[in-house]
Nanobody, 125 residues
């Protein structure tokens, strides 16, 4: 089990930027693919971005491609989500996630082994 703690959420104007961080406990962080999901009020949790164990591969939801960047620093047991050109529709609770078992990269909730507690992002128009 991986313990994940997100930080960096807040209120930002449309067009602004925000960087989320996810700190993981333990000494096996590099064994897991990592991802970010988000959930807006009244909606299902949706995939945002993911990164492979080494950081060599990334994948993004079409809605954030070109605006968001996921990265990781395995030496610091931390994964980041840099969010630029934010839009009001990006408003949601953002959750850090680690892959389940031998899943290479978490692209959907069933592939997630551990979740963070979430951090709220609000983008004003």
């Amino acid at each position: 089990q991986v313990q994940l703690v997100e930080s960096g959420g807040g209120l930002v104007q449309a067009g602004g930027s925000l960087r989320l961080s996810c700190a993981a406990s333990g000494r096996t962080f590099s064994n897991y693919g990592m991802g970010w999901f988000r959930q807006a009020p009244g909606k299902e949790r949706e995939f945002v971005a993911a990164i492979s164990r080494s950081g060599s591969s990334t994948v993004y939801a079409d809605s954030v491609k070109g605006r968001f960047t996921i990265s990781r620093d395995n030496a610091k047991n931390t994964v980041y989500l840099q969010m630029n050109s934010l839009k009001p529709e990006d408003t949601a609770d953002y959750y850090c996630a680690s892959s389940r078992g031998l899943i290479v990269i978490p692209l959907s909730p069933p592939t997630v082994g551990s979740w963070g507690q979430g951090t709220q992002v609000t983008v004003s128009s």
